[in-house]
């Protein structure tokens, strides 16, 4: 049962909304236009704020609903406890939003979908990281160095609840905040290198 539940979850992440939208709209395939990837971000800046605002909400309502609704159809057919089979569906949509199976793996950073899942599975930290995004976004407008921020924020939040404030984190979940980390850095290489470039 597990493996459907990744199986799904992978699926739903793949759902490529920023591509459907550029199709919809404009008769365009996306990712040749703008930075090139199938994401919110680049969706504001070639079809649009409303456009935008659609799809990273539906990046958003992927990482929660694989996380939410998807992994509980497996609660109790395995050994592992809820939270850890919400972070494995949590990871699976991301997975899949990043290299999605229905537009030749070629997705978008995962950011959004990401959110998603931290919004079911640790709001806290996710408020935080949010507050962190949106107060580097501030200061830099630029949203690759603010989700890569808030992105590095959430491994140092977790540290400080579980190792500062003595609070309960899940082994899965806090080593999922380094590999998350690590993960959001290397989907957003190609914007580091254009800001080193700008230097």
Do not use: E
Not at 100 to 107: E, H, P, Q
Not at 136 to 145: C, D, G, K, Q, S
């Amino acid at each position: 049962m597990l493996s459907v539940i990744v199986a799904l979850s992978y699926l739903l992440g793949s759902i490529p909304s920023s591509i459907i939208a550029g199709k919809l709209l404009r008769g365009i395939d996306i990712r040749n236009y703008g930075s090139g990837n199938a994401g919110g971000t680049n969706t504001f800046r070639v079809l649009g704020w409303k456009p935008g605002v659609l799809v990273t909400a539906a990046d958003l309502v992927k990482g929660v609903v694989a996380t939410l609704w998807v992994a509980p159809l497996a609660f109790g057919a395995c050994s592992l406890d809820p939270d850890t089979i919400r972070l494995m569906a949590g990871i699976s949509a991301i997975i899949g939003h990043i290299w999605t199976v229905f537009a030749g793996f070629r997705g978008g950073k995962g950011v959004g979908t990401a959110a998603g899942m931290l919004v079911v599975l640790y709001p806290v930290p996710f408020l935080i990281c949010l507050a962190v995004f949106l107060g580097v976004f501030a200061l830099w407008r630029i949203v690759a160095v603010s989700s890569i921020a808030a992105a590095l924020a959430f491994p140092l939040v977790l540290s400080i609840l579980k190792y500062g404030f003595d609070r309960p984190v899940a082994d899965p979940l806090y080593y999922f905040g380094f590999a998350a980390a690590i993960l959001i850095i290397f989907t957003h290489r190609s914007n580091i290198r254009k800001l080193m470039q700008k230097r």
